[in-house]
């Protein structure tokens, strides 16, 4: 099927524990972002990448490191994770920014 | 701090009546976008609207866009029990290739 797949679905991980979520995306969209929400604050840019090769930050970039040596890949890592990346972690594809696509999310909770 | 704001936070309105939310931006766009989510589900893509367009209809839904006040209204005719989600306007800011997502209005339509 078409989309975006993020996997995993839900991960609980220990303070300090470093983990990579995964993002993959089969539409051949160029541009590509990872979100965090949480509750009461929407949607906030971690990282983006318009194409193989390119990636520059968002708006809550710290803790997280991205790279995109494929068009169909963009995974996401938390290098030591705290308490507060507790959250849901969506990533998006696009054709040139004309509507996003987005995947089903990863439920994340650091303890 | 947002790019987008939604207005209101939160809208309960009975199936049949009309649904309208407000997004308001800080910075000169590309386009915006509408989107919708639904509980604990990835967002969808409702519609796209350019910044040299001022009204666009797709289905039961019409958006308009006021780039002298940035603003857009997103209206929703006739609604139904299914339309009840999260709404979030979405904008790039100041041709950056960020995809910026506002706080989101809580619609609930009552049957």
């Known amino acids: 099927n078409a989309g975006v797949t993020q996997t995993p679905k839900f991960q609980v991980l220990k303070t300090g524990q470093s983990m990579t979520l995964q993002c993959a995306q089969d539409m051949n969209h160029e541009y590509m972002s990872w979100y965090r929400q949480d509750p009461g604050m929407g949607l906030r840019l971690i990282h983006y990448s318009v194409g193989a090769g390119i990636t520059d930050q968002g708006e809550v970039p710290n803790g997280y490191n991205v790279s995109r040596s494929t068009t169909e890949d963009f995974p996401l890592r938390l290098l030591s994770a705290a308490p507060s990346q507790t959250s849901v972690y969506f990533c998006?594809?696009?054709?040139?920014?004309?509507?996003?696509?987005f995947g089903s999310g990863t439920r994340l909770t650091v303890v | 701090s947002q790019q987008g704001e939604e207005d209101p936070q939160a809208l309960s309105i009975q199936e049949g009546e009309n649904a309208t939310m407000n997004c308001s931006y800080k910075?000169?766009?590309?386009?915006l976008q509408w989107y919708r989510q639904n509980s604990g589900r990835g967002l969808v893509h409702l519609i796209l609207?350019?910044?040299?367009?001022r009204e666009k209809h797709s289905g039961r839904l019409r958006v308009t866009l006021d780039t002298s006040k940035k603003s857009s209204s997103l209206l929703i005719t006739a609604s139904r029990a299914a339309d009840t989600a999260s709404y979030f306007c979405?904008?790039?800011?100041?041709?950056?290739?960020?995809?910026?997502f506002g706080t989101g209005t809580r619609l609930k339509v009552l049957a």
């Open positions: 910075t000169s766009i590309n386009n």
């Open positions: 979405a904008t790039e800011k100041g041709g950056t290739y960020k995809y910026i």
């Open positions: 998006a594809s696009s054709y040139q920014g004309d509507g996003y696509t």
């Open positions: 609207i350019r910044s040299n367009e």
